[in-house]
């Protein structure tokens, strides 16, 4: 029953698990006051693997663990997903005093070689790598197999947005924050779409901008930090609305030679 109930609704399964495994392994974290591992963001990750076990066994277990390695894409989409989270972030910092906010504080910024650091610690235990394989790997490949692109980044979106939801226990997830998911769901599938179906992009492209967000963020602070914050979001939606202006709402690509096959 529970096989057949698998593979006649993969999606909702692995979004079933992967809640279950999230919001059961953040009582720790939450009991810890957010100053822990963050072990549950591997939930989507690991039923990810679950339900393509159940699926497919090993070869399609192996074929999701496949595209999180997948290294040949064409270098513009690299400097896509590292660039332009870094590159929003600034434009933000350089709109903000326009708008009334005090002056950029970069002395709040720390060194180069301590932000290389916390990166790369937090590209594996702070969300990027626990859980594009399972958004980005294992779920939308499955919803575009059903949906044109815009309707499953958006399905994909407010599945997102809902599993961040224990965030709010420890004031760290807004209304901003669920409008920044919907917006990133949006990009991250044209960056999918257009990597030859690799998920590499996507968790580069997730640690950037939690780690732009995480240290460049930093030069504003109080009322000027919301607003930042604010203007940080509508930037990230309008480049959502441009994609869907340019490319169409079907698949986010210009050319089939990157389409995603398999």
Known sequence: MLIRMVRDWPVVSFVVLTFAITWIVFIPFYQAGGEAIAWFTFGPFVAAIV???????WPKVRALLASVAK?????VW????IGMPVAV????????PLFGSAPPNWANVPAIAEIAVMVALLLVFSGPL????????FALPALL?????????????????????PLV?????????????????????????????????????????QNSVRFLGRVFEGSDAVQHQWIGLILWLAFAVAIVAIYGTSSFRRSEATAVTG
Do not use: C, K
């Open 51 to 57: 339900i393509s076990a159940i699926l497919g066994g």
């Open 71 to 75: 290294w040949r894409v064409p270098p």
């Open 78 to 81: 690299y400097l896509v997903a």
């Open 89 to 96: 972030q600034l434009l933000a910092i350089w709109l903000n």
């Open 130 to 137: 626990g859980e594009e394989p399972g958004w980005r790997g």
């Open 145 to 165: 197999g059903e949906r044109a692109a815009l309707n499953a980044s958006l399905v994909l979106g407010m599945i997102w947005t809902a599993w961040h939801l």
């Open 169 to 209: 226990l420890l004031n760290d997830y807004s209304i901003s924050s669920a409008l920044h998911v919907m917006a990133a769901a949006v990009v991250f599938t044209w960056l999918y779409q257009n990597s030859a179906g690799s998920v590499l992009p996507a968790i580069l492209m997730h640690a950037s901008h």
